[in-house]
């Protein structure tokens, strides 16, 4: 099956790649619509792809029919990024980019557990080998430290609420779906809002449970040393929490003179893109430049 994720501000993307002849590690491969665009534009670079879901990497596979030895994948973590430079003998790379989160493939596939539209078991493991699941944070942790935890990830705003209401639930039944921590959601929160109200719980489940914040603190810390000297590194993301990493991270190596931050202002999908593809709303593009 082909992918469907359609990939967000790529224009805007390859308008920072600063070189004709080079290697990119797109570290986020997902449905490879990045990666994809890259190799059409630029002759004369190779991509390397990396994706910790390993289903990402196996549709990924098709794409070596059209570019050959030009495109590389990984099932790997990005936070691991050594690993995949030594396996291909790689000292440094010109450019690294992340496209942060889920893809619209993992979404969209129930069996995964991250859709609170589509019902599945409550998984949110992009990495298979993970070995905690939604299902274990939902049905065993203690309520304070669920509503820690709601409002640290998803910065949702009735964490405790909606923590009391899944204890209390889950004292007569296991919670099992997604559509059963949705609607037990739903019935905490009657406030209208633009989002849906389980948007920031789940959000802040496949945050925690894919130690997304961790695994892009220790990738960045990392980065630089691979790099080679005008490198660039360019982020895309979509909530706040990864915003504010990747934005004191460039402030604070390009204070101690290791980096140029070539995004003033993080760059924002125009309101064309905004309009066909919704999910580009809430993207931010940052890029910085090795000294
Ligand atoms: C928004 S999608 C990327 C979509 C891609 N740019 C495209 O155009 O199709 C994010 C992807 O990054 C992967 N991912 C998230 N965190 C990761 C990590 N720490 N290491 C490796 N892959 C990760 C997810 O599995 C997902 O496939």
């Known amino acids: 099956m082909s992918s469907v994720h359609v990939p967000v501000l790529v224009s805007e993307l390859l308008n920072f790649i600063n070189f004709e002849e080079g290697v990119i590690v797109d570290c986020t491969f997902g449905g490879g619509g990045h990666s994809k665009a890259i190799l059409d534009k630029f002759p004369r670079v190779s991509v390397i792809g990396i994706d910790q879901d390993e289903d990402a990497i196996k549709r990924g596979l098709e794409l070596k029919k059209i570019y050959n030895e030009r495109i590389k994948l990984h099932t790997k973590n990005f936070r691991n990024i050594e690993e995949v430079l030594e396996e291909e003998g790689l000292e440094k790379v010109n450019f690294f980019m992340l496209d942060l989160g889920v893809s619209s493939d993992l979404l969209f596939d129930e069996s995964r557990g991250f ?10 493991r992009m990495d298979k080998n993970i070995n905690i699941t939604a299902s274990f944070v939902v049905n065993t942790y203690p309520k304070e430290r669920l509503a820690d935890l709601f409002y640290k990830f998803g910065e949702e705003r009735f964490s405790r609420k ?42 802040a489940l496949r945050v925690y449970i894919n130690d997304e914040i961790g695994a892009l603190e220790e990738f960045l810390e990392k980065s630089l040393n691979f790099l080679s000297p005008s490198g660039r590194i360019a982020v895309i993301s979509f909530h706040s929490l990864e915003d504010r990493v990747v934005k004191n991270f460039f402030k604070k190596k390009e204070k101690e003179g290791f980096l ?8 924002t999908p125009s309101k064309r893109e905004m309009r066909v593809n919704p999910r580009s709303r809430s993207a931010k593009l940052r890029v910085g430049e090795k000294i």
Not at 115 to 124: A, E, T
């Open 115 to 124: 859709s609170f539209i589509k019902s599945g078991p409550l998984d949110m």
């Open 162 to 203: 909606i923590a009391k209401a899944i204890v209390d639930y889950r004292e007569s039944k296991k919670i099992e779906t997604t559509e059963e921590l949705a609607n037990i959601i739903k019935k905490c929160i009657r406030k209208r809002q633009k989002i849906h109200p389980a948007t920031r719980v789940f959000q």
């Open 260 to 267: 140029k931050i070539i995004t003033k202002k993080p760059i």
